[in-house]
């Protein structure tokens, strides 16, 4: 098998995914997933993916992720591993859109507009 190169977006964090066969390894910006995320939660949205596809143990995956929090750049990747289980086999389209996986997240911060503190709030308003 080759290399799977696919990408996934979230909010400001952008993920750059390179699947090949291997022994289960997930290496994310040189680190172990497991020591980039400490939080059991968030290491939850990279496992599941891989635990529907039953190939966690099946994959090597080296992840390149930037910008954004640690919850964004964790969803991004999930992104990116769904793509990338997709390509492979087409089978487990179906139990991964219904978990919405194979969704990009559009929702980002929405920009700060002129004579406002910030995007929708104002400054106090004073009768007197």
Known sequence: ??????????????????MKAGSGNIIINGKDYK???????IRFNIDDPLNIAESSKIYDLRVNVKGGGFKGQAEAIRLAISKALVIVNEDIK?????KKYLTRDSR?????????????????FSKR
């Open 1 to 18: 098998m080759e290399v799977i190169n696919t990408t996934g977006r979230r909010k400001a964090a952008v993920a750059r995914l390179y």
């Open 35 to 41: 020591e980039y995320f400490p939080q059991d939660n």
């Open 94 to 98: 179906t139990s991964l859109k219904v």
């Open 108 to 124: 980002v911060v929405e920009r700060k507009k002129y004579g406002k503190p910030k995007a929708r709030k104002s400054f106090q």
